[in-house]
T-cell receptor, first 113, second 114 residues
Framework: DGGITQSPKYLFRKEGQNVTLSCEQN?????MYWYRQDPGQGLRLIYYSQIVNDFQKGDIAEGYSVSREKKESFPLTVTSAQKNPTAFYLC????????????FGEGSWLTVV | AQSVTQPDIHITVSEGASLELRCNYSYGATPYLFWYVQSPGQGLQLLLKYFSGDTLVQGIKGFEAEFKRSQSSFNLRKPSVHWSDAAEYFCAVVPKAAGNKLTFGGGTRVLVKP
């Protein structure tokens, strides 16, 4: 089935450690996105990529990094510089052109312990 | 400033009753408009979207939304809610000619009473 796969679903990290969240899509979408969701709040854009080997910062990029080496993959690294990383992270993808529907994965819960 | 506002944080509705969720936006030109639904701990599912044309848009699960340019609103409605409609609903916009980045409202959590 086509879709967006995020892994792991749940992740615990010790303070000071980097962690990488995986996002893979088989929809042949050009654009991919990472959003962060805090309890009771809307989603905020972290990074997005419109084509392979290119990505741009979103509204809250500090403390995060991404790569886009393959069209189907857009991993997110939460670095130790991120002050408050505990959140629900959602990956998304679309055909890239303005107004095309953006589809979401099932999300990854990250908890810092 | 450009923004998307959902004035109601929580709404409680009885099963079988009608539901209306409000969404207002503040952009220079009418953006592309979307409604998504999120069940607890899950990703987001698109309910419907408005790009242009007929201002009354039909979506999945019996939902519809009406675009009103004069009020900068895109309210979501359902004539008769089911217990399975309990979820969080997000209004989102993509400004035209600004890439394809969604900007979300804060969400409205819907509780359904038996």
């Amino acid at each position: 089935d086509g879709g967006i796969t995020q892994s792991p679903k749940y992740l615990f990290r010790k303070e000071g450690q980097n962690v990488t969240l995986s996002c893979e899509q088989n929809l042949n979408h050009d654009a991919m996105y990472w959003y962060r969701q805090d309890p009771g709040q809307g989603l905020r854009l972290i990074y997005y990529s419109q084509i392979v080997n290119d990505f741009q910062k979103g509204d809250i990029a500090e403390g995060y990094s991404v790569s886009r080496e393959k069209k189907e993959s857009f991993p997110l690294t939460v670095t130790s510089a991120q002050k408050n990383p505990t959140a629900f992270y959602l990956c998304a993808s679309s055909m890239g052109h303005s107004g095309n529907t953006i589809y979401f994965g099932e999300g990854s819960w990250l908890t810092v312990v | 400033a450009q923004s998307v506002t959902q004035p109601d944080i929580h709404i409680t509705v009885s099963e079988g009753a009608s539901l209306e969720l409000r969404c207002n936006y503040s952009y220079g030109a009418t953006p592309y408009l979307f409604w998504y639904v999120q069940s607890p701990g899950q990703g987001l599912q698109l309910l419907l979207k408005y790009f242009s044309g007929d201002t009354l848009v039909q979506g999945i699960k019996g939902f519809e939304a009406e675009f009103k340019r004069s009020q900068s609103s895109f309210n979501l409605r359902k004539p008769s809610v089911h217990w399975s409609d309990a979820a969080e609903y997000f209004c989102a916009v993509v400004p035209k000619a600004a890439g394809n980045k969604l900007t979300f409202g804060g969400g409205t959590r819907v509780l359904v009473k038996p």
